[in-house]
């Protein structure tokens, strides 16, 4: 049954790691490779905490394109210039790809502001499938995937449904979102250091985040006349990210109404629940692949919360379960397994 085979490139860093592990036990799918600059050479499996059926030893980010004969599909957990080379490489040689980076999510002209570079393969962008199947349908197995960010996973999830549902005003929209360290990836920077981040809270990138194009670009999906203000904040804790957003109500966004139309929306989900508001919470989802949203409403104000774990649902489970998706497995494979790490 497992001879769908997977690559991850940048298996070293915290999304690729949790990839890796995901592969390892998934019913359908095997990890056919791995690369990571800094451990290569050695056993994926004791690097990682996982068995694997073969001694797969970590191979060179550089040698990626050269085990493309040992892959049907490939997760790119690379930055987003190396993935606006990678996924052109493997999608032409008939691979299937999830790329975790923001590489595919905007319009060629807003990458020079937001990423800092110009892209180089705008004709891969409209192909690319925005993959957070709960609002924008699967992938297909011919078209890449732009797995979303965590944030915009998140906040889209939670907010996305009334807006598009005309119950919330899509202008002047505010998400306010905290996330665990763990979403930065792996970093040795001061910034990022036990002692600068415990028992501290802070905002940061402050009207210049790059998810902020993608969580606009999302609702416009949804409505028109978007427009939003989005701030990122880093939580003392490793896992766990919870956006809160605010928008004006719209006639008939009553609490009764907000909630019923979450409930509606993700009735038949396998991962999305719609909770009471104050029932949402980090503790809920770490560890899993849910996202847990709920909102209410009074005359001045629509408030719609979503959660996650940044890890899972905002990147590598959700590459799992697009990975599902375009080959038709259920879309729960490989995930329905994940236990939350707090009671």
């Known amino acids: 049954m497992r001879d769908f085979r997977v690559g991850v490139v940048g298996a070293s860093g915290y999304s690729g790691s949790v990839a890796v592990r995901l592969l390892a036990t998934h019913p359908r799918a095997q990890l056919s490779f791995a690369t990571s600059d800094r451990w290569s050479g050695e056993s994926v499996g004791p690097h990682l905490g996982v068995r694997l059926g073969a001694d797969l030893r970590f191979v060179p980010n550089s040698a990626a394109i050269e085990c493309t004969e040992k892959c049907d599909a490939v997760v790119l957990a690379t930055s987003a210039e190396v993935s606006v080379r990678l996924l052109p490489a493997f999608a032409e040689r008939g691979k299937q790809v999830i790329d ?111 998810h902020t194009p993608e969580i606009h670009r999302g609702l416009s999906r949804l409505s028109r006349g978007v427009s939003v203000t989005f701030t990122a904040h880093l939580l003392p804790v490793r896992r766990g990210l919870l956006a809160t957003c605010y928008a004006r109500p719209r006639e008939g966004a009553t609490p009764e109404r907000v909630a019923e139309c979450l409930a509606d929306t993700y009735a038949k989900s396998a991962f999305v629940r719609a909770l009471a508001p104050n029932r949402i919470g980090l503790r809920g989802v770490v560890g899993t692949n849910e996202c847990h949203v709920g909102a209410t409403a009074d005359d001045k104000v629509v408030i719609a919360i979503g959660a996650i774990d940044n890890l899972l649902k905002g990147a590598a489970g959700q590459a799992i379960q697009n990975l599902n998706l375009m080959n038709g497995w259920h879309e729960a494979s490989g995930l329905d397994g994940l236990q939350r790490v707090a009671p």
């Open 100 to 210: 975790l980076s923001g590489a595919f999510r905007l319009t060629a002209d807003a990458y020079p502001h937001w990423y800092g570079f110009e892209h180089d393969a705008p004709q891969w962008l409209e192909r690319a499938h925005y993959g957070l199947p709960e609002l924008f349908g699967p992938p297909t197995p011919a078209s890449p995937v732009s797995n979303p960010g965590c944030f915009p996973t998140a906040a889209l999830l939670a907010i996305g449904p009334l807006v598009r549902a005309g119950l919330a005003h899509p202008e002047g929209i505010v998400i306010d979102a905290k996330s665990g360290v763990t979403g930065a990836g792996r970093q040795s920077g001061e910034t990022y250091s036990f002692a600068e981040v415990d028992d501290d809270f802070h905002a940061y990138s402050v009207l210049s985040h790059k």
